[in-house]
């Protein structure tokens, strides 16, 4: 059905109902499914009336609209994509227990997305859960085809509502005009989860299986069109995991291995290692235990970190899928017709210990860098690597391989993956030790997993307190004309962002307090949000720069006289993307925002020059 004829045809009308409800809501850009709002407070409590219309009433309909998930509205959404996805939703309601469980979900608010997809709208009783007990978004099933899972939104999440409409204009509409949510209890909750989570038939394949399976060549014209598109993405710093996810991919379609040797030596053409890439698809050919074997979702995985674009990723993957397809014939088995094979020790180790520790603990895999952090006191750090080794250790001790670990984080960094520009995404938000500080609207609000921070600041937030021998400090250093700019300097350090250009030198001959000064400002940011790059360093190491990202202050206490020109200048100080490297990682664009201070004696003689040209840069 279409907006007008729920009932409802406004945004307006259809947020006041929401609100009646008792669901919390949000803004979304028009056509998108992107906040227009900074929604952290919308997660733990509703936006009054007032504020619903001061969103809604008299835009002419500029905003979207999406329900805020988990306790706050006292929902959950089963966000299903694709057709593998509403069949296992299906079989797995069909294995509930309970009829009067499955007439409550059959009979519950539901959303058709404009794709066609249906997602579940299921209230629970908060009352079920103790205080602190979240409710965690997760992907609960993922299928081997592109845009096959089923996706839990809770806590920390939302659902695109009616009457929102896609880039295309069409609308997210109510399935036969159900608004309100059936209420389960925590139980019967978990026991739905359980059953999306639970392998159907012909999820996993293993060798005994694959062995019933024709293994078939593909024809040379549809080898080279292969090729041709994995080609250019066959990069350093990925061939070897391109290939053993490719073989493990074209073993589980049932590919011959010459044919999928023509594929690789295709691939490699100028290779060095072409006798490594040879081992490794014949040792992938040799596993008689395909749950071990890294296939569809691997290559996915490689190719989304090369291209740095999932949508072109799945672009592609769906070409590659379309060339199989094609080559085999009628006859062919598919997947889901193959008999289930028993699951294997180490199959039931994975998966377990990746469940409990992702309920155990919150995640962040970063996209460009694989780097693995986890939620403490308010912030994401690094270390998650090894957390996560720890943690399968305790619960499996002697019976925990080290080949198990990697296969336990790869469903955790999947599960976990977000671009670098989603991390501390609110250039507003200033993260303290004891909140989320929001310099544009004064607002201080606790602090929030869902907000994916890695920068936070030694400092307590008190407005009450006032600066003690910081004045006393500045007035004894410099002259009365230029403390306002010290101090402006210093503030301007917590803007996560370089509208000024500006570098700061600190020059006079010892004593005189600079180093106290650039003492302060780490002292202010914390030495892990602070780097000691060399300007040397920024223009001749091609890694140099990676260490001045995501920190707010970099300061060189020693300036030489190197050669600097204005162009690098621009490129350190402004708003456009730089290109940094990490050793042994790929290069990627991001922008910096740390703020540069050099210190020296004196100023050197080709600085000074170059100063005349850029004055208003430089301070």
Same mark, same amino acid.
């Given at each position: ?231 250019p993405h066959y990069q350093s710093g990925l061939r070897n995991d391109l290939v053993m996810c490719l073989a493990g991919w074209l073993m589980k379609e049932g590919v011959a291995i010459d044919s999928a040797r023509k594929i690789i030596e295709g691939i490699y053409e100028h290779d060095e290692e072409k006798n490594a890439r040879i ?19 691997? %290559?996915? !995985?490689?190719?989304?970190?090369? *291209?740095?674009?999932?949508?072109? =990723?799945?672009?592609? #993957?769906? /070409?590659?899928? $379309? ?63 090894? %957390?996560? !080794?720890?943690?399968?250790?305790? *619960?499996?001790?002697?019976?925990? =391989?080290?080949?198990? #670990?990697? /296969?336990?984080? $790869? ?85 996560r962002d370089n509208p000024f250009e500006i570098i700061t030198i600190l020059f006079g001959y010892g004593a005189n307090g600079k180093s106290v000064f650039t003492g302060l400002i780490t002292a202010l940011h914390g030495i892990r949000n602070v780097s000691n790059v060399p300007l040397s360093s920024m223009l001749e190491d091609m ?77």
């Amino acid at each position: 059905m279409t907006a007008s004829q729920g009932g409802f045809s406004s945004t307006l009308e259809y947020a006041l109902k929401y609100r009646r409800l008792g669901f919390s809501y949000i803004p979304i850009l028009k056509g998108t499914k992107k906040p227009s709002v900074n929604w952290i407070r919308y997660q733990t409590s509703q936006p009054d009336e007032a504020q619903l219309r001061k969103w809604f009433e008299g835009t002419g309909d500029r905003f979207d609209l999406a329900i805020v998930t988990g306790r706050v509205s006292g929902i959950v959404e089963f966000d299903i994509d694709g057709e593998a996805a509403r069949t296992h939703f299906q079989s797995a309601l069909e294995k509930l227990q309970d009829s009067t469980t499955q007439n409550k979900i059959k009979n519950t608010m539901k959303i058709k997305t404009p794709g066609g997809n249906v997602n579940y709208v299921i209230g629970f009783r908060t009352s079920d859960f103790e205080v602190n007990e979240a409710v965690k978004s997760l992907v609960l099933w993922r299928g081997n085809e592109p845009h096959s899972e089923i996706r839990l939104k809770a806590d920390g999440g939302y659902g695109v509502a009616p009457p929102s409409e896609n880039p295309t204009g069409s609308r997210y509409e109510l399935v036969d005009g159900i608004l309100s949510p059936e209420i389960l209890s925590k139980l019967e909750l978990m026991e739905l989860i359980a059953a999306i989570r639970q392998k159907k038939k012909g999820e996993r394949l293993s060798k005994a299986t694959a062995s019933n399976q024709t293994h078939r060549k593909i024809d040379e014209s549809r080898v080279n069109q292969i090729i041709s598109l994995l080609k250019p993405h066959y990069q350093s710093g990925l061939r070897n995991d391109l290939v053993m996810c490719l073989a493990g991919w074209l073993m589980k379609e049932g590919v011959a291995i010459d044919s999928a040797r023509k594929i690789i030596e295709g691939i490699y053409e100028h290779d060095e290692e072409k006798n490594a890439r040879i081992r490794t698809l014949e040792d992938t050919y040799k596993k008689e235990d395909l749950n071990d074997v890294k296939g569809y979702s691997g %290559l996915s !995985e490689v190719l989304i970190s090369e *291209l740095r674009d999932e949508r072109q =990723a799945r672009t592609l #993957l769906e /070409e590659l899928q $379309g060339l199989l397809r094609d080559n085999r014939g009628n006859n062919s088995r598919q997947p889901d017709m193959m008999p289930q094979p028993t699951m294997t020790k180490a199959t039931a180790i994975i998966e377990e210990a990746s469940e409990a520790i992702m309920n155990k603990h919150r995640l962040l895999t970063v996209e460009e860098t694989k780097e693995i952090w986890y939620y403490r006191n308010g912030v994401y750090g690094p270390g998650g690597e090894v %957390l996560i !080794e720890k943690e399968a250790e305790k *619960l499996y001790e002697y019976d925990l =391989a080290n080949r198990h #670990l990697s /296969e336990i984080k $790869g469903p955790i960094m999947r599960t976990t993956y977000h671009k670098r520009e989603e991390i501390d995404s609110d250039l507003d938000i200033i993260n303290l030790k004891n909140g989320l500080y929001n310099i544009a609207t004064g607002e201080f609000s606790s602090h929030s997993p869902d907000y994916l921070s890695i920068n936070q600041l030694p400092i307590v937030f008190d407005p009450k307190i006032k600066p003690g021998l910081l004045g006393e400090f500045l007035s004894e250093v410099l002259y009365p004309t230029e403390i306002r700019t010290a101090v402006e300097l210093m503030a301007y350090t917590f803007l996560r962002d370089n509208p000024f250009e500006i570098i700061t030198i600190l020059f006079g001959y010892g004593a005189n307090g600079k180093s106290v000064f650039t003492g302060l400002i780490t002292a202010l940011h914390g030495i892990r949000n602070v780097s000691n790059v060399p300007l040397s360093s920024m223009l001749e190491d091609m890694f140099a720069l990676s260490d001045l990202e995501g920190k707010s202050v970099n300061i060189d206490t020693e300036l030489t006289s190197t050669t600097i020109r204005d162009t690098v200048l621009k490129k350190l100080t402004g708003r456009q993307p730089t290109r940094i490297q990490r050793k042994n990682q790929r290069a990627y664009d991001t922008i910096l925002h740390a703020k540069l201070f050099f210190s020296a004696n004196k100023i050197p003689l080709h600085m000074t020059n170059l100063m005349h040209s850029f004055v208003e840069k430089s301070f």
